[in-house]
């Protein structure tokens, strides 16, 4: 028997880096200062005069030294490595040209999960692997979620959506006509469907969100260990119960009762564009959440709605945004609503985006 609360264990924290899941009703403010801000503009084809690792530059940032002239991040694991004209702390300064600001809201990076950064950092690691992804280009602002303690996780919902509001509303006080894209994997993505689905939010949402990008968002934490039980202990008698309350126990900011994103589908603003991409291989959201949640969509009358599974093997819940085809798609989505692209990217990708409209 000890063995095998050892196994339950194991698998709560080699999972919890991927954990997403709920949320609230109004969000609160919070201290924008410890968010570790970080704004990314990416540049042209142009030689890079600097090379710096991922840590390097996360050195300077903590210290508050901005990086200005080209460079590129040195990253084995990189898919491309498109030139980083400037990197410094804090929201962008008025953007120029398409005056377009895409938010990087990333999922769990705490002591319990396997992300390489974690804490202070581990957002700027998470959008500089989305633009080398080239998912994202032009400016691109992280940021870290201040909700990596136990008593402050609690799976996209309050804390994590405090956080998101008071970023957007930072960015858009210093930019007021700007036009923002969210990128969200893992639980951001899940924070940003409260984030759009919070009725206070939705005079922002209007005039400043033009696009969103939700890479495998889960229903609930309820049906995420339901999907942990399935897969991982389908030994135990009630293992469902038995890992749900063990994150109950574990996590007192997360409310078992708040809104799953099945309850809020049908606030979500009816108009604004959404690419939702997940795998077949993923064993932490099913594909039957993922259509749960498309379904739920649809039937709320959603317009600009696009849903793309990738069935390959190779990759799975973190790796699916380096999938070729989750690739073109997003920069043909992006292409499609006036936003910045890559032009090859997405030229490859529209018959992609044109089979996953809903």
């Known amino acids: 028997m000890e063995i ?3 196994v339950i264990v194991s698998i709560i924290t080699s999972t919890l880096f991927m954990l997403p899941t709920i949320a609230t009703s ?52 990189a898919v491309a490595s498109p030139i980083i004209t400037n990197v410094y702390s804090g929201a962008p300064s008025p953007a120029e040209k398409t005056n ?8 769990y990076a705490g002591i319990c999960g396997s992300a390489k950064y974690k804490f202070d950092g581990s957002g700027f690691y998470s959008a500089t692997k989305m633009i080398q992804a080239q998912l994202m280009s032009g400016t691109c602002v992280s940021f870290d979620m201040q909700t990596e303690a136990f008593n402050k996780f609690d ?17 858009i006080n210093e930019n007021p006509t700007c036009k923002i894209v969210f990128l969200g994997t893992c639980k951001g993505s899940v924070a940003i469907s409260h984030f759009l689905a919070c009725q206070a939010n939705q005079e922002i949402i209007k005039k400043h969100i033009k696009g969103t990008i939700l890479f495998s968002p889960s229903v609930s934490l309820n049906n995420l260990t339901k999907s942990i039980a399935k897969t991982k202990v389908s030994w135990l008698p009630f293992g469902h119960t ?12 997360y409310n078992p009762n708040a809104p799953t994103l099945l309850d809020i589908a049908h606030k979500v603003n009816k108009n604004l564009p959404m690419l939702i991409i997940g795998t077949d291989n993923d064993k932490v959201v099913p594909f039957q959440d ?21 069935d390959d093997n190779k990759y799975n819940h973190a790796s699916v945004i380096y999938h070729p085809k989750a690739r073109m798609a997003t920069n043909a989505f992006l292409k499609e609503y006036g936003l910045p692209h890559m032009r090859e990217l997405a030229e490859s990708g529209e018959n992609i985006l044109n089979s996953s409209r809903i």
């Open 4 to 6: 095998k609360i050892n």
């Open 155 to 171: 799976f996209g919902q309050e804390n994590d959506q405090a956080s998101l509001s008071s970023l957007c509303n930072k960015i």
């Open 242 to 253: 038995v890992i749900h309350g063990l994150f109950k126990l574990a996590f007192p900011s």
């Open 100 to 107: 377009t600001i895409f938010i990087h809201v990333r999922g």
């Open 290 to 310: 993922l259509d749960k949640i498309v379904r739920s969509l649809q039937k709320s009358g959603k317009k600009n709605l696009h849903f793309l599974t990738i």
């Open 26 to 77: 109004e969000p609160r403010q919070v201290d924008v200062s410890k968010l570790n801000i970080v704004t990314l503009e990416t540049g042209s084809t142009e030689e890079a005069s600097n090379h710096y690792s991922i840590d390097e530059v996360i050195k300077h940032i903590k210290k508050q030294n901005p990086i200005h002239g080209s460079i590129t991040i040195k990253d084995t694991e």
